[in-house]
């Protein structure tokens, strides 16, 4: 009788251990579907299903958590946010700050949870969405206005992907927002030595010709002022300048500042 209590247990186990294997699998194809057709009726339903077959699966809480982020919802993306971290804080602590810093320009917050990241991996550079923590830090301490600590994170990224792979392939950000925070804190040389880079590595850049026709402008050096700001709206014009999908970027600049400053530059 106790042998045939401990089989049937041992049956009632696999069973489990089966039916529990067979839901995250389903999970796994219900979430690669719910990708498509983001917002969709259909993909929300789908992702939804997902975390109920699999509750664990951390990405199909972020997965729900992008449509509200993009459409405007904050309570409903913290929601699904958050049970995301909790699952997997590695994987998702540092996307979250991404989207406090471009969504909701939360800097602090966005620092807070770049900062986590790099206390959960201490021996290694965390690299959400595609760049290192510290170069959205150096765009989050911009927004802030403290250039110090900008200035400083900027540093230590461009230092380690020069030691990678080269000053050539060091991101254009990188330097662009380097050379603003060195410009808004009025150090105009080292900011003219990164738009410098940007306009010998990349050659097309509305952003870097504006900002150093600015500070030629600013210099005495007129001519090659209106030489530069002529440059930057042809760049603009092809599409050269700084700019993201869904949200206006940090110091985002338009035609309408490009041809303000021409003005003044041919009227003065």
Known sequence: ?????????????????????KQKEQAKEIL??????????????????????????????????????KRGIPHLWKKHMEKAIQKDPISWQGYRGYNYLWFYRDYKKAIADFDATDTL??????????????YWRGIAYLGLGNYEKSIAYWNKHIKKE?????????????????????????????????FNKIIYY?????????YKAIILYEKGNKNEAQTYIEEAIKDFKLGFYNQRPY?????????????LFKKKLFTS
């Open 202 to 210: 990349f050659k097309q850049s509305a952003d870097a010709k504006y």
């Open 32 to 69: 690669e579907f719910g990708k498509y057709y983001q917002g969709s009726a259909q993909s929300l339903n789908a992702l939804s299903k997902s975390v109920e077959l699999d509750s664990t699966n951390a990405e199909a809480y972020r997965e729900l958590s992008i449509p509200y982020l």
């Open 121 to 134: 991996t201490p021996n290694f550079i965390d690299y959400p969405q595609g760049h290192s923590v510290d």
């Open 162 to 194: 020069t030691e990678d792979t080269g000053e050539d392939w060091v991101e254009i950000n990188a330097f662009l927002y380097r050379g603003i925070a060195y410009y808004e804190s009025k150090n105009y040389e080292l900011a003219l030595r990164d």
């Open 1 to 21: 009788m106790v042998r045939l209590q401990k089989l049937f247990l041992s049956l009632i186990i696999i069973f489990c251990l089966f039916s529990c294997k």
């Open 247 to 259: 949200v206006e970027t940090l110091r985002q600049i338009y035609m309408e500042d490009l041809l």
